[in-house]
């Protein structure tokens, strides 16, 4: 999908599929190829109202860079006086979060399936010197064939030194970001133990009533594996030396 200029007369717009904090997505045809989307809508008032007008930039030029099997396309973008738009793949399937929450959890084959494509998206997207920052099971997309696809890189950086920022979502923050040490590629990594725990308990390992609690337990590893469901020795050992005690 290769064109100078874009704008919205070269889409058949379809329909509505989900909403982030600064716009709408929705499923769109690219006219002339039949070649079918998903349009996210990012309205220039809500990034100026948020000052993230740097975030967008910096998402844009970071996923426009990546081609992975695993990784979201953004094949383009556009923008006219209200609106900056991006051309991205579809994922039929939609979240990977819906389909956990529908099936409570996965078996170890299908756990296992997510993760090494995942591993292998993120050691990809290391190797370009993209830290991803916010991966969970919401920014985790599913294209037709059931393929897991790494969406959202809002929080993204791209960069070969150690950061500061505190950013990401709570059960799936490493200890060097909660305690608001330097970071680096470590922390993606982090999240695939998070994430094989959840695949195959239901929920994150550090999870609690309060949020104070999470924080405490995530800080001092606080990690066990429940007697059921029956988890093998080597998955519980898996998860243990990704999210290993710092």
Known sequence: MEKPEWSMDDFEIGKYIGEGKFGKVYLAREKQSGYV???????????????FHAHLRREIEIQHGLDHPNVLR????????????????????????????????FSERTAATYVASLAG??????????????????NLLLDIEGRLKIADFGWAVRSNAKRHTLCGTID??????????????AVDNWTLGILCYEFLYGSPPFEAAEQDDTLRRIVKVDLSFPTTPYVSADAKDLISKVTPWH
């Open 74 to 105: 953004l094949f383009a973008w556009f923008h006219d006086a209200e609106r900056v738009v991006l051309v991205l793949e579809y994922a039929a399937r939609g979240e990977l979060y819906k389909l956990l929450r529908t099936v409570r959890r």
């Open 121 to 138: 998206a993120l050691a990809y997207c290391h190797k370009k010197q993209v830290i991803h920052r916010d991966i969970k099971p919401e």
């Open 37 to 51: 989307v998903a349009l996210k809508v990012i309205f220039k008032a809500k990034l100026e109202k948020y000052r």
């Open 172 to 185: 799936y923050l490493a200890p060097e970001m909660i305690e608001k040490k330097a970071h680096d590629h």
